[in-house]
C-alpha cells in the first residue's frame, strides 16, 4: 500500500509541474497560475486561476469557459452560482464557497458587471463579462472544483489594452493509468526501478 500511494504522490507531483509548463504564456501577454488545494469538501480539489496583467497593461473584459467531465457545483437554495453572490447562502447548506466552480467576482459588488454570458453545471462553467473596474495587477479569475483525480480544460479570453487574447489548456490529475499512457517509457522505467 506505502508504495502505491508513494507512486500517487510522484505522478500528482509531475502533473502539477505539467500543468504549470502548459499554462505558460507568450513573453508580450497576460499570464495564468493555476494553484492548487484540497477543497472543504472531501474527496475534491479546487483550482484557482489567477490572471497576471503584462506589465503597465490593463485588462478590462474577461471570458472562461471551463469543461470537466465532473465538475462540483454547490446552488443553495438552488441559487446560481456562476459568481459569488449566492457565497453567503453556502453556510445555510453546509458549505463552504471552495467547494463551488465559480468566478471570483460579484455581480453587483464592487461594480454592476455587463454579462454577455453565463453558464453551470456538473460539467462546466463559463461566463463572458466586463464593466468591472480595469486589472493592472494580478487578481484571481475563477476557482474550479475538481474530483481529486479530475481532469479538465480552460478557454480563457482576456481584453488587454483593448487587445484579444486567448489561452487555452489542460488542468487536473488524470488517473495514474492515463499518465502512463501520457508520460510513456520514461516513467514505466522509474516503475521498474522501486
Ligand atoms: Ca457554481
Redesign the pocket.
Known amino acids: 500500500m506505502k508504495k502505491e500511494t508513494n507512486m500517487r504522490t510522484f505522478v500528482k507531483a509531475i502533473v502539477v509541474i505539467g500543468v504549470m509548463a502548459m499554462v505558460a504564456a507568450p513573453a508580450s501577454a497576460w499570464t495564468i497560475t493555476v494553484t492548487s488545494a484540497a477543497a472543504t469538501a472531501t474527496g475534491f480539489t479546487t483550482y484557482t486561476f489567477e490572471i497576471t496583467p503584462d506589465g503597465g497593461k490593463t485588462i478590462s473584459s474577461a471570458e472562461g469557459d471551463f469543461q470537466a467531465t465532473v465538475m462540483?457545483?454547490?446552488?443553495p437554495f438552488t441559487l446560481?452560482?456562476?459568481?459569488e453572490d449566492?457565497n453567503g447562502a453556502m453556510g445555510g447548506v453546509a458549505e463552504n464557497p471552495d467547494s463551488?466552480?465559480?468566478f471570483e467576482f460579484h455581480t453587483t459588488i464592487p461594480d454592476t458587471l455587463l454579462i454577455a454570458a453565463q453558464s453551470?453545471s456538473a460539467t462546466n462553467?463559463t461566463a463572458a463579462f466586463t464593466s468591472f473596474a480595469v486589472k493592472t495587477s494580478v487578481f484571481n479569475l475563477a476557482h474550479i472544483?475538481l474530483p481529486s483525480d479530475g481532469l479538465a480544460s480552460y478557454d480563457i479570453l482576456m481584453v488587454e489594452d483593448n487587445e484579444e487574447i486567448r489561452q487555452t489548456g489542460e488542468f487536473g490529475i488524470p488517473e495514474p493509468a492515463t499518465m502512463l499512457v501520457l508520460l510513456g517509457g520514461g516513467l514505466l522505467a522509474v516503475i521498474r526501478r522501486r
Not at 446560481?80 to 459568481?83: G, I, L, P
Request: glycine content about 0%; cysteine-free; proline content about 0%.
Open positions: 462540483r457545483q454547490v446552488n446560481a452560482s456562476v459568481f449566492a463551488d466552480s465559480q453551470e462553467l472544483v
